[in-house]
Structure formats: structure tokens, C-alpha cells
């Protein structure tokens, strides 16, 4: 698939599930959510993008405590949804526009935020790389993602299993890489914790509008996957099927 081909099934994907993650408890406020807003530090005079906003939830949280929030998604749809939602008053504004070429000046903004969607970015460095050239100097960098096991069986079926389930899905960074990938980018680590959650299997396939032939993929995936690869998932299979998934929340200074 080609990166234009990518960024349409993105595209696609999230018009389609727009509704579904306005609806989504865990995209409105979860542990990751709360621990990114707590170690950005954000102060009244702090300018904020976040990258990928989605439906609104990580800018709706910094709004109270910022000057203004800048969100800015590749899918309109979902800005649809953000401006739906969104809370009275000013200091919100929606951009639609592609995490890779961001449409700002370099140093525009004081904290720039990414919340549980860089595993859709075709090259996720260059997402990154465009985060930190639009951070002034000294500002903070909030990133939020879904990360694999670190370890080969568990990662392969938990990759496998969200390319099955959702097309726009390109690549989950392990932990290690993510903070290695921060340090490369210049970025000086001051918070990072991965949390989990059980997830079940049914409202994670559903989130995404998985169709009957993705469900029985899925289903047969981990029917003949190796134990060990299942444990490191952390699947279980009563009281219903359910697995562990993980972000990594990690927050840094330019």
C-alpha cells in the first residue's frame, strides 16, 4: 500500500467510526489521558496543537488550562464530531490537515500533543519530526500510543491482530522505541509510564466497525497462536474474551 493509499484508508476508516469514538468512554478520559495532563505542566499562557485530535477529547481536557487549543486531523468527519462536542466558549480551533506536513510555522506552539494515533501514521518519525519542529524551544511534548509486547511472539500477534481488525492500523512502536525515538528527535524524557487496560474483545472490534470476515480472522489468529504469545497479550478467554492493552504515555521538553 502506498503512503497515499494509507493515509485514504485512514481517511475512510475514521469517517466511517467518527460516531463510535465520540461515543468512546476510554477516548473521552482514561489513566493515560489523566497522567499526560498532569506531567505536561500547562500554564494559562501555554499555546497548544494537538496532532491527530480525533473527535476533540486530548484538546476538550488542555482547553481549562491553555490559552488556546489548536486540533488538527486528517479526516473532517472527525472534526465533525469535535466541533459537535465541544464545549462552549473560545479557544478552540479545528485544522484539517496531515500529521506528516503539518500546516503551522516552526516553534508555533509551546506544548504540542498526540494521543493514541501514531500507530495510523504511514512514517511515524516524520509525524514526530513535524511535532518537534512546530515546539518552541524549552516546550513540552505529550505523546500517547498503543504498544505492543516487547518480545517477539506476543508483539507479532498483537500486530497481526490489529491489522486484521482495522486497515488504516500501520505500526505499533515498542516501548524501547518510542523512547529512543523521542531522545533522536531531541526530545529530553521527563515522565514516561506505560498503563493497561483490559480490553474486551468484542468492544475493541466494534470500536473499529470490524465486519464478520475481520472477526473470524481475528478469531482463528488467536485460536492457533502460541500460548506464549497469548499470555504476553495478557488474553483471556472467560469470563469474555478480553486482552491487555497498553499505551505509553510520554511527555519531554524540546
Do not use: N
Not at 500547562?42 to 496543537?49: E, F, G, H, Q, S
Not at 524501547?176 to 498503563?195: N, P
Amino acid at each position: 500500500m502506498t503512503m497515499g493509499d494509507q493515509k485514504r484508508a485512514v481517511q475512510r476508516q475514521f469517517g466511517r467510526q467518527a460516531g463510535a469514538y465520540a461515543r468512546s468512554i476510554s477516548h473521552r478520559r482514561d489513566a493515560d489521558l489523566d497522567l499526560l495532563i498532569t506531567h505536561l505542566q500547562a500554564t494559562p499562557r501555554d499555546r497548544v496543537l494537538d496532532v491527530a485530535t480525533g473527535t476533540g477529547f486530548t484538546a476538550f481536557a488542555l482547553r481549562p488550562h491553555v490559552r488556546a487549543v489548536v486540533g488538527v486531523d486528517l479526516t473532517r468527519g472527525m472534526l465533525e464530531e469535535a466541533r459537535r462536542l465541544a464545549p462552549p466558549g473560545k479557544g478552540l480551533t479545528w485544522v484539517v490537515g496531515d500529521a506528516e506536513a503539518l500546516p503551522f510555522a516552526d516553534g508555533a506552539f509551546s506544548i504540542v500533543t498526540c494521543r493514541r494515533a501514531p500507530h495510523h501514521f504511514p512514517h511515524v518519525e516524520r509525524g514526530v519530526g513535524e511535532m518537534v519542529r512546530t515546539l518552541a524551544p524549552g516546550g513540552r511534548l505529550g505523546i500517547v500510543d498503543q504498544v505492543p509486547p516487547e518480545e517477539a511472539p506476543g508483539h507479532d500477534l498483537m500486530e497481526a491482530l490489529e491489522g486484521v481488525r482495522d486497515a488504516s492500523h500501520v505500526r505499533a512502536l515498542r516501548a524501547s522505541r518510542w523512547q529512543a525515538l523521542l531522545r533522536e528527535s531531541g526530545i529530553v524524557l521527563t515522565f514516561m509510564q506505560v498503563v493497561e487496560r483490559r480490553q474486551t474483545l468484542e468492544a475493541w472490534l466494534e470500536l473499529a466497525g470490524a465486519d464478520g470476515a475481520r472477526r473470524r480472522a481475528v478469531a482463528e489468529m488467536l485460536s492457533g497462536a502460541p500460548r506464549q504469545a497469548r499470555e504476553q497479550i495478557g488474553y483471556a478467554e472467560t469470563p469474555e474474551p478480553s486482552f491487555l492493552k497498553r499505551w505509553i504515555v510520554l511527555v519531554g521538553r524540546k
